[in-house]
């Protein structure tokens, strides 16, 4: 069975940081492409970053030098580093985890919410 889980989310001001993780268990974790996606109420869910299994990525502009995907493959964890962090930020953040072959699973969701 396969489970994905997010953690790290919560309430931080402008301007800070937080780093969320994701826990995946039951896949062979290296060969997916670890994403992040967010959504707000009302909104479509955005793909914020992704990490293939060799380690390239690729952001959203408007998180561009400000947020870091990261993958430990031994661990089976993904991470997302955000830092400077702004009000238009906040948001449901969700883990997916995604093979061209249509293998697609999704973690729950942690809230980060930015404001002062």
């Known amino acids: ?3 994905v889980v997010e953690s790290g989310g919560g309430l931080v001001q402008p ?3 937080l780093r969320l993780s994701c826990a995946a268990s039951g896949i062979i974790f290296s060969v ?3 994403r992040w996606y967010r ?3 009302g909104k479509q869910r955005e793909l914020v970053a992704a990490i293939t299994g060799g380690g390239s990525s690729n952001y959203l502009d408007s998180v561009k030098d400000r ?5 430990d493959n031994v661990k089976k964890t993904v991470y997302l580093q955000m830092n400077s962090l702004k009000p238009e930020d906040t948001a449901v953040y969700y883990c997916n985890a995604f093979l061209m072959t249509g293998m697609d699973y999704w973690g ?3 809230q980060v919410t930015v404001s002062s």
Request: proline fraction near 5%; charged fraction near 5%.
């Open 1 to 3: 069975q396969v489970h």
């Open 15 to 17: 301007g800070g940081s």
């Open 32 to 34: 997916y492409t670890m």
């Open 39 to 41: 959504q707000t109420p």
């Open 67 to 71: 947020f870091t995907i990261s993958r």
């Open 108 to 110: 729950q969701g942690t």
